[in-house]
């Protein structure tokens, strides 16, 4: 294990990173067999620095950059989405850490290399008592669980059998560390795809948590936190690298299938069109990365409600259906096989796409974003007068 003394910047983490592709290719079979991380694999990330890039830099962390690490997630996606969404899912763990006071943070991550997993619905209930809470719960989707050191999970706060509310009206819900020796872990990940993202449910029963192992789930846009704390939403952005990870990993497949034989103008025109939709998926999510990236590491800002309603993790999936269907044209029958990778990639992406930030329906909130914000430039061209 890396001690949390061992200086690791943000370029080194993503240059660890490319160098294990090789040892993700050779681990990919077994993870997806075992539905979660080899123990390889998961101390290679570990080795690496994977697990720390979200630690602010006052903790000693890389404080990396969003863009950077959709880069870093993108990279493993091109290998293998399953162990990619355990990078991004991991990579989590300064976000929650980052929001620890001094005295939890040095109880709870002595070492930065801690990877640490959790789930925030359904949310599970924290009963207020003397020094902290009594935790019962049962959350799904604990995604990197069976590779993690530490677990955190969403509750809302009740207080004398009631529900206690925030000024705005809204109930108190609270990201909370469980104690990981009484977590019982559920048999429920039996997946069409994304197999060894382990992404098993979990639970707990009348578990005390330390009122300092909890943080604000939906805490309010922040302009003095560290940049990755500014707003609640910020983790998991990376997780649109996964899809053009996967869209590269096709063109990657047909490319070299076409490499040693006479392909048809039909085929070349098919891949041309691919490789153009994975470029095009991956300008526009490192657009969108680097817009937040300007603005949360700018002193004194918080991102603006156009700049987070972002579109662009649905848009690069739509663009990776696109790929698969070109990709599996040029590719043909043996794309219907099980041994043949092509076959994993359709099913990855049928688990990218379950996932809420895919969804269509985020386009909702980037039209609403649109129209608050009204035409910053100006009327737009064509405008009635």
């Given at each position: 294990?890396?001690?949390s003394?061992?200086?690791?910047?943000?370029?080194?983490?993503?240059?660890?990173?490319h160098?294990?592709?090789?040892?993700?290719?050779e681990?990919a079979?077994a993870?997806e067999a075992?539905?979660?991380?080899?123990?390889?694999m998961?101390?290679?990330?570990?080795?690496?620095?994977?697990?720390?890039?979200?630690f602010?830099a006052?903790?000693?962390?890389?404080?990396?950059?969003?863009?950077?690490?959709?880069r870093?997630?993108?990279?493993?996606?091109t290998v293998?989405?399953g162990?990619a969404?355990?990078?991004?899912?991991?990579a989590a763990t300064?976000?929650?850490a980052?929001r620890?006071?001094?005295a939890?943070?040095a109880e709870l991550?002595p070492?930065?290399?801690l990877?640490?997993?959790?789930s925030f619905?359904?949310?599970?209930?924290a009963?207020?008592v003397p020094?902290?809470?009594?935790?019962?719960?049962?959350w799904?989707?604990?995604?990197?669980?069976r590779a993690a050191?530490?677990i955190v999970a969403?509750?809302e706060?009740?207080?004398?059998?009631e529900?206690?509310r925030?000024?705005?009206?809204s109930?108190?819900?609270?990201g909370v560390?469980?104690?990981?020796?009484?977590?019982?872990?559920?048999?429920?990940?039996?997946?069409?795809?994304?197999r060894?993202?382990?992404s098993?449910?979990?639970?707990?029963?009348?578990?005390?948590?330390?009122?300092?192992?909890?943080?604000?789930r939906f805490?309010?846009?922040?302009?003095?936190?560290?940049?990755l704390?500014?707003?609640?939403?910020?983790?998991f952005y990376?997780m649109?690298?996964?899809?053009?990870?996967?869209?590269?990993h096709?063109?990657?497949?047909?490319?070299?299938?076409?490499?040693d034989?006479?392909?048809?103008?039909?085929?070349?025109?098919?891949?041309?069109e691919?490789?153009?939709?994975?470029?095009?998926a991956?300008?526009?999510v490192?657009?969108g990365?680097r817009?937040i990236?300007?603005?949360?590491f700018?002193?004194?800002?918080?991102?603006?409600d156009?700049t987070?309603?972002?579109?662009d993790?649905?848009m690069a999936?739509?663009?990776?259906?696109v790929?698969?269907d070109?990709?599996?044209?040029i590719l043909?029958a043996q794309?219907?096989?099980?041994?043949?990778p092509?076959?994993?990639l359709?099913?990855?992406?049928?688990?990218?796409s379950a996932?809420a930030?895919?969804w269509?329906?985020?386009w909702?909130?980037?039209?609403?974003?649109?129209?608050?914000?009204?035409?910053?430039?100006?009327?737009?061209?064509g405008?009635?007068?």
């Amino acid at each position: 294990m890396v001690a949390s003394t061992v200086s690791l910047t943000a370029a080194d983490i993503l240059a660890n990173v490319h160098a294990l592709l090789p040892v993700v290719r050779e681990e990919a079979d077994a993870t997806e067999a075992q539905g979660y991380l080899t123990d390889r694999m998961r101390e290679a990330l570990r080795t690496a620095g994977a697990y720390r890039v979200g630690f602010p830099a006052r903790r000693g962390g890389p404080q990396m950059s969003l863009t950077d690490q959709t880069r870093m997630v993108e990279a493993v996606a091109t290998v293998d989405a399953g162990i990619a969404w355990n990078v991004c899912v991991l990579a989590a763990t300064g976000f929650y850490a980052g929001r620890l006071g001094d005295a939890a943070f040095a109880e709870l991550y002595p070492e930065l290399d801690l990877p640490t997993c959790g789930s925030f619905h359904p949310k599970g209930k924290a009963v207020e008592v003397p020094g902290g809470y009594r935790v019962t719960g049962r959350w799904g989707f604990g995604s990197g669980i069976r590779a993690a050191d530490r677990i955190v999970a969403g509750v809302e706060v009740q207080r004398d059998g009631e529900p206690v509310r925030k000024p705005d009206g809204s109930v108190l819900t609270l990201g909370v560390w469980l104690p990981a020796d009484r977590v019982e872990l559920l048999d429920d990940w039996h997946t069409i795809g994304l197999r060894g993202s382990g992404s098993q449910g979990y639970t707990v029963t009348d578990v005390f948590v330390p009122r300092d192992h909890a943080f604000d789930r939906f805490f309010a846009p922040d302009a003095t936190a560290d940049p990755l704390n500014k707003h609640v939403e910020l983790p998991f952005y990376s997780m649109a690298g996964i899809s053009v990870g996967i869209a590269q990993h096709a063109v990657d497949l047909a490319t070299s299938h076409l490499r040693d034989r006479k392909p048809t103008d039909r085929q070349l025109t098919l891949l041309g069109e691919a490789g153009s939709y994975v470029r095009a998926a991956r300008a526009l999510v490192l657009d969108g990365m680097r817009a937040i990236d300007e603005q949360i590491f700018t002193a004194g800002a918080v991102p603006d409600d156009v700049t987070m309603a972002r579109g662009d993790a649905p848009m690069a999936q739509e663009f990776t259906r696109v790929v698969l269907d070109r990709c599996g044209e040029i590719l043909g029958a043996q794309v219907i096989y099980e041994k043949f990778p092509f076959e994993r990639l359709v099913r990855d992406s049928t688990g990218v796409s379950a996932h809420a930030s895919t969804w269509r329906s985020r386009w909702t909130s980037v039209g609403q974003a649109l129209l608050s914000a009204g035409f910053p430039g100006g009327e737009p061209v064509g405008a009635a007068r």
